[in-house]
DNA sequence: GCAGGATCAGGGAGCGCTCTCAGCAGTACG
DNA sequence: CGTACTGCTGAGAGCGCTCCCTGATCCTGC
């Protein structure tokens, strides 16, 4: 039988009858108290203080027609995606941002296909001021849905669809540069002295896998095609794909994979073919994800994103575009893309080269 | 200009004006249909689709007192516990379940103590209908804090108080059955022929750690002292302990780590000692790591949870004490911890040994 | 010392929904 | 054929809050 149930919970109206004030000023007070006289927003403060009064947050969203919450929209086909940290990174980044605004997150996993169709009537109903997106694959319907459902979307990581490829405005979004940092870890290689390197692709219907060879490609400028291969961002992939390079030029030495689970595949068939790891092959993953390159022998050299900023950066721009678009369009018209209008546009980190063993 | 913005967003009001039909209708229609004639209900629904209504959350949770939204709290002091894909996998567990009964799940993820005080706040606010609570740390003062604020729980892990140790009735949890995964395992090793058994623990501030020594204990009764050691369920630790055990027993022929991670870090030593895995020591960790257990050379036997079962169970008992709690408290006085009265108690899940490499 | 302007408090409407209660069918029975 | 009863439907009252707008208060300038 505890205090906080329904029936003692402090209204507004109790806080005002306290403060001897009017509903109108209390309401005043808990939202900033501009407009009122120090002396009756230190009362009204005392009483909401010691009537433990908390905002109703439905009544108050019923008027305003903001939430102060945000969706955070993961598709997860693969079951591996989940298995690596990085969501729980970007979670916490976006988690950290949205708390300094007094937003909550609100977490949207997708199962399958039939679950888009439920995530676009929830972003639909209105019943949050903008989404966070992770769209993983060029044939993915989420982004169609979500631009259905004219909710302020940031994305996470470039969507397929390009800029302007679709009606839509350009989406605005937020990635690593998969492409310079590509760039970086193939030039490492090529300092190092490595003259036939290779490269193991992530699964190509993510643009990051995309962007990644696209690196690989700037270095390797004629690079011969059986120097690459195509993997899945899985171990097994990296065994596959590596097994398939050492066939085709048995001579390489130096292997760039587009993340580090390949990478640890790709050692162990190195290993198993009796090459020695950086002497005779010189080995870089991308992601650093912990528990893999540190834990791999050797450590595994790989480009680091700052996954945490990624998220971090998302939910910021979101909630820019949000009051810039509150301001622009005015409280009576906000809740449309149109809301991220004069927002700033995508950003793109940098990554960042983190020598260890392998190469 | 979407069309989903503010102004276009139909209303019951709508609905029940184009099926010709009252708005108390239109609503029972909405909620379940029970009690209307199956004309009108055909009637309403097809009004709902041609005009894309969806139900207004805040107005419904402003006079219903229910948001069909549970919060997960996530307490993470430590980074590496965000480095695992635990929490992601059992996210996604009370995702499916929490989608299957439409509701929301708002993540709640706090870093550091003054965290705290903001979470309690929220859950105190009543803007969910209950939580779910993963408290890692014997000393952790969130379970407290939500007992104060009167919602409806349930915990991930067996919190540190146990059962009744404080005044608040015992709390509900989901939990594996550490203590027996850890007999099993360290029978696993006898079973090997194995004798000199050693254990590194995890953090024992946190009671799957205890639990697991537990079970060790269970199994090897009057274990020499100097064949545990105490790890923090980190790679590093685990290199420590082991470095420890050997110094102190340099003929031990199994060790059971209470973590895969912490067993990654041993095998580790264990090598550079020149001691052969499973022929020298045989070592079993715990967890399941897959990126971790599957990619050590040798792969790691390990103990498996089923963590994604446990967030689903998690949710299944919160919402089963939810429902429950409505029924028997009447609708006015759901709300507080007495609506898991009546509800199933806690639950253990089984754990199973999965046999790799290493042991 | 008083009008005029600025500033600030309060009354009241209404956000969209649920739910109680009264009322009106339709049916069965006296 | 009238009455009682069951079963649906509709009118209306709020849920707690914000915000417009009116009215009161205070200060400034002449």
């Known amino acids: ?36 006289r120090e002396p009756l927003v230190e009362r009204v403060r005392r009483a909401v203080e010691e009537l433990g009064y908390v905002p109703n947050q439905a009544a108050r969203s019923l008027v305003t027609r903001r939430h102060d ?18 969501f729980a990174l970007q979670l916490r980044g976006i988690s950290k941002e949205l708390t300094a605004h007094d ?20 972003l639909a109903g209105g019943h949050v001021d903008g989404a966070l997106v992770f769209s993983l694959h060029l044939d993915d319907p989420l ?21 302007g490829t679709r009606s839509a405005a350009s989406p ?18 090529a300092a190092l002295g490595r003259t036939r390197i290779a490269h193991i692709t992530g699964a190509l219907d993510q643009t990051s896998a995309v962007d990644r060879l696209d690196g690989f490609r700037d270095v390797m400028v004629d690079a011969d095609p059986r120097l690459i291969a195509e993997g899945d961002f899985t171990p097994a992939g ?22 580090d ?40 050299t790989t480009v680091r994103q700052d996954i945490e900023e990624m998220g971090r950066l998302m939910a910021r721009l979101l909630l820019r575009g949000l009051s810039a678009g509150a301001a622009t369009v005015g409280s009576a018209g906000a809740g449309s893309q149109e809301g991220l209008v004069g927002a700033p546009s995508s950003v793109v980190l940098p990554t960042t080269l983190v020598r260890r063993a392998s190469a």
């Open 238 to 259: 990296g065994e596959r794909a590596m097994r398939q390079l050492l066939d085709g030029c048995p001579d390489l030495d130096g292997v760039f994979a587009a993340n």
């Open 103 to 122: 937003s909550q997150l609100v977490l949207l996993l997708t199962e399958g296909r039939d679950d888009h169709a439920r995530v676009g009537r929830y």
């Open 143 to 163: 982004p169609e849905l979500i631009h259905g459902a004219g909710v302020p979307t940031v994305f996470g990581g470039r969507p397929g669809w390009g800029d």
């Open 69 to 86: 919450a945000v969706a955070v929209v993961i598709a997860e086909p693969e079951t591996r995606v989940f298995a690596d940290p990085f």
């Open 261 to 300: 689970l390949m990478a640890s595949g790709a050692l162990r068939v190195l290993r198993e073919r009796g090459l020695r790891v950086p002497d005779d092959v010189a080995l870089i993953g991308f992601d650093d994800m912990l528990p893999v390159a540190e834990q791999t022998d050797p450590s595994l």
């Open 1 to 36: 039988m505890s205090e906080s149930s329904t029936a003692s919970r402090p209204t507004l109206e109790a806080v005002a009858a306290r403060a001897g004030v009017s509903r109108a000023t209390a309401s005043r007070v808990v939202n900033g108290g501009d407009g009122v």
């Open 172 to 189: 605005v979004y937020v990635d690593s540069d998969n492409r310079g940092g590509a760039r970086e870890a193939v030039r490492h290689l």
